[in-house]
């Protein structure tokens, strides 16, 4: 198992909140992605990094932003949550030598 | 455009039957890695199969195997002898930005597939 671990599992908070969610990772792995997952969409990226302080944004950035001050930690922030954003993350590495993403357990997000 | 289309949203398949999921993609990027996850009811994703752009050969792992077209971009999953358990959704994903290093993971928007019994 790759050790990546999402903190909260579950949430419900309020529109307009600021809301943060953390990836941890003890494999040392330079990339970290967030994704969400909507019913008809799939996982859609969100937000990447490719090492400590480097991001770049994905195909459904608006509204999130993301910091990466350790290579262990990968926080995803919703600045002020709107029902828009109510959705399942989940965040993955890539794995070692160019093979698949591992992905945590998810976070379960509703804005109410 | 959609960069990875899996144009089946939903089937069905008899137990110990094969089954077929479909996956076409688009990039033009030279070097490049497909996947295919498979997403139970609890949720978790789990990985099944990888197959390279370079590889040659179609990548199998057990009951599964992937039929690689590259000319026809095409990535479809094969499911040998379908098992009950093989109830989940299934997403056909691709890892592009390989040549430029930026490595990302596209997914497409999945197969909700159900095993018969």
């Known amino acids: 198992d790759a050790g990546i671990t999402q903190s909260p599992r579950h949430k419900v908070t309020e529109t307009g909140t600021p809301v943060t969610l953390r990836c941890h990772q003890t494999?040392?792995?330079?990339?970290m992605y967030w994704y969400r997952q909507d019913p008809g969409h799939g996982l859609r990226l969100i937000h990447y990094s490719y090492g400590v302080k480097d991001t770049d944004k994905g195909e459904v950035s608006d509204g999130y932003s993301v910091s990466r001050s350790k290579t262990e930690d990968f926080l995803l922030t919703l600045e002020s949550a709107t029902s828009s954003q109510t959705s399942v993350y989940f965040c993955?590495?890539?794995?070692?030598?160019?093979?698949?993403?591992?992905f945590g357990q998810g976070t379960r997000l509703t804005v109410v | 455009a959609q960069k990875i289309t899996q144009t089946q949203p939903g089937m069905f398949v008899q137990e110990k039957e094969a089954v077929t999921l479909d996956c076409t993609y688009d990039?033009?990027?030279?070097?490049?890695?497909l996947f295919w996850y498979k997403q139970p009811s609890s949720g978790e994703m789990i990985f099944l199969i990888y197959q390279g752009s370079y590889d040659q050969q179609n990548a199998t792992e057990g009951r599964y195997s992937l039929n690689f077209q590259k000319a026809r971009k095409s990535a479809n999953l094969v499911i040998s002898a379908s098992q009950l358990g093989d109830s989940a959704m299934y997403f056909c994903a691709m890892r592009e930005g390989d040549t430029s290093g930026t490595y990302k993971y596209i997914f497409g928007t999945g197969t909700r597939l159900k095993v018969l019994a």
């Open positions: 990039t033009s990027d030279p070097s490049y890695g």
């Open positions: 993955a590495i890539k794995g070692p030598a160019g093979t698949e993403a591992f």
């Open positions: 494999e040392n792995h330079r990339y």
